[in-house]
């Protein structure tokens, strides 16, 4: 099915041909249509273009009004203040338009395809291998898992990267350990979990860099195991290869555990650009892009300095010839540009890296990687805070381990659920299965709904509250749908354009088509918290309907299929849009 004409485009249609008419050289302005208290929507444009040909504002508006036909889309137009049009849509025109909504039989509710979609790889939810994952890998993960499924909803070809932590010094010092105490990571992978497999791996970490730090010695050995791993010696590969297989393990279980797709071959860690990182430093030097100062190769920058004003460059290559950072991650751009054809690049990486990602970019531009075809971007985001406003850590002050973040998270959420089980009569799998949803969705959701870039508190006490904007409360409310309809009995879902609409049936109408523009809005500015801020409303606006406005007590047949209508295509939008945000939504709650 093709996709619906939303009705502020057949509004702004309407209002750019009497425009048109009424002042011929505004042809193609806009008309500036937005949302308003005042009517269902208003028009703000006929004042900037009154100026421009030096005419009344009030009288240029006055004449569009004369030129708009009314009756099929807009059902009223007056003119407001200084040439304010305020407009009303006539009620046969909101349910046509969420009757074509509600017949897509593809399940997009009428939600266009992008105008130009390209190739998005993005590079999200980077653990490090031989560490186990904290509170900070929490929104890499969620926000890029929300773009992967906002972007391919609106047609993108996305490429999922997991840019690991799978390689350098520490590995040295890992291996050098394990070889020397080979009995520490005896165990058959069948026998553990993964959790239990990186709290292993994380104990034999510490106690080897206790060991690097404290014995010279050690040290020493351990370098010379790093010099062994980049040079591909076969025995340093196979232990070094054990702990990225012991990793991911438990990588995949907190992704699970995340409800969470995160695909084996989408995981290229540092590791895999080592073939490339000789020959990016080449091209840069040959194209004289990086130059050597003090025998590492190095980018400058005319407008990043330190504090006492002297340049502070971008090293792509060490005076020892190891590589670093920059050189990876300008390998990965290389590769996914050329090898994976990407017009966009798109990186969810913590705020507090925006220096380095600033360098990276500039560099890759200056080497003619990046250019006018090819745009990379930096998603930035903000910091977990406690309740107490600092970043999140445990009483003992340290980091919070994600997987009991969740564990506690399922747990509050199952209680939730556990209290109004019998009410809606709940099995004890079904409470099991919804409090794992409600407590992810609670957790996802809380992020979700902040702008990437500010920090956030977290708060589990109010992110499993059944009031305020939380998922729970948008979870409640489409299970309250699904209810209703369950009850319906022989009744269905019949849109009837005949019917007058009450004000809040009107107003959930006009916010339900919105849908479509805020899906691409949403995918184009990368601000998943848009989508999160319009389904909260729309589960606000629902609210108000069923205070205002009974279902199935409705007063004749033909309104309660209308209403019925209305609220299973509502059901039908929360769905949706929570499954864009990656929460799922129980039937029952």
Not at 72 to 80: F, N, Q, R
Not at 146 to 172: P, S
């Amino acid at each position: 099915m093709a996709s619906v004409t939303s009705l502020s485009d057949s509004v702004q249609q309407h209002l750019a041909s009497a425009l048109s008419a009424a002042l011929p050289e505004a042809a193609g302005a806009d008309p500036l249509l937005r949302r308003s208290d005042r009517a269902d929507y208003q028009a703000n444009g006929i004042l900037a273009l009154a100026k421009k040909a030096k005419a009344n504002p009030r009288e240029l508006a006055t004449q569009v009004v004369s030129g708009i036909v009314t009756g099929e889309v807009i059902a009223d137009v007056e003119v407001s203040g200084p040439g304010f049009l305020n407009i009303t849509v006539a009620d046969k025109a909101i349910t046509e338009n969420l009757a074509a909504r509600y017949a897509d039989d593809t399940g997009r509710l009428g939600v266009p395809f992008a105008a130009h979609p390209g190739t998005t790889v993005i590079d999200y939810a980077q653990p490090n291998v031989a560490k186990e994952m904290h509170v900070g890998h929490l929104r890499s993960a969620v926000i890029g898992d929300a773009m992967v499924r906002l972007l391919e909803f609106t047609g993108e070809n996305v490429v999922r990267r997991h840019h690991i932590g799978d390689w350098g010094t520490q590995f040295g010092m890992l291996i050098q350990y394990l070889d020397e105490h080979p009995h520490e990571l005896d165990h058959k992978e069948s026998e553990v979990s993964g959790e239990e497999a990186m709290s292993n791996l994380d104990r034999l970490y510490k106690t080897a860099r206790k060991l690097f730090d404290s014995d010279e010695e050690f040290k020493t050995r351990a370098r010379r195991r790093v010099v062994d791993l980049q040079a591909g010696d076969e025995k340093t590969l196979a232990i070094w290869q054990k702990f990225v297989d012991e990793s991911k393990i438990y990588f995949f279980s907190v992704f699970d555990k995340l409800d969470m797709e995160v695909r084996d071959p989408d995981i290229v860690g540092e590791s895999g650009y080592n073939d490339m990182l000789a020959e990016t430093c080449r091209l840069l030097e040959e194209s004289g892009v990086a130059v050597r100062s003090e025998g590492a190769l190095c980018v400058f920058f005319d407008d990043i300095k330190g504090p006492e004003g002297n340049p502070v460059p971008l090293i792509v290559q060490k005076s020892d010839g190891g590589y670093g950072y920059a050189a990876t991650d300008l390998s990965a751009i290389r590769d996914r540009v050329f090898n994976l054809k990407a017009s966009t690049l798109l990186y969810v990486v913590d705020a507090r890296q925006a220096l380095h990602f600033r360098m990276v970019f500039e560099t890759a531009r200056r080497a003619g990687w990046l250019n006018d075809d090819v745009s990379a971007v930096q998603l930035a985001f903000g910091t977990v805070l406690g309740k107490d406003g600092k970043p999140f850590k445990t009483r003992e002050g340290e980091t919070v381990k994600l997987e009991n973040l969740l564990d506690e998270a399922v747990e509050r959420a199952t209680a939730v659920v556990r209290e109004k089980a019998e009410k809606v009569g709940l099995t004890e799998d079904e409470i099991v299965e919804n409090g794992r949803y409600v407590g992810v969705g609670a957790v996802k959701y809380a992020d979700l709904s902040t702008s990437a870039v500010r920090d956030y508190k977290f708060d589990l006490d109010q992110m499993v509250s059944l009031n305020g904007d939380t998922s729970v409360y948008l979870q409640y409310a489409y299970a309250r749908i699904r209810s209703i309809l369950r009850k319906a009995g022989e009744a269905r879902p019949v849109a009837h354009p005949e019917l007058e609409l009450a004000p809040a049936e009107r107003a959930l109408g006009l916010h339900l088509d919105q849908f479509a523009e805020t899906v691409l809005e949403v995918a184009a500015a990368r601000e998943p918290h848009k989508m999160a801020a319009y389904l909260y409303q729309l589960a606000s606006l629902l609210t108000s309907f069923y205070d205002q406005c009974p279902v199935l007590k409705a007063d004749s047949p033909a309104q309660v299929e209308n209403r019925l209508f209305l609220v299973d295509l509502t059901a039908r939008t929360l769905h949706q849009g929570m499954a864009l945000l990656g929460i799922r939504t129980p039937d029952k709650l």
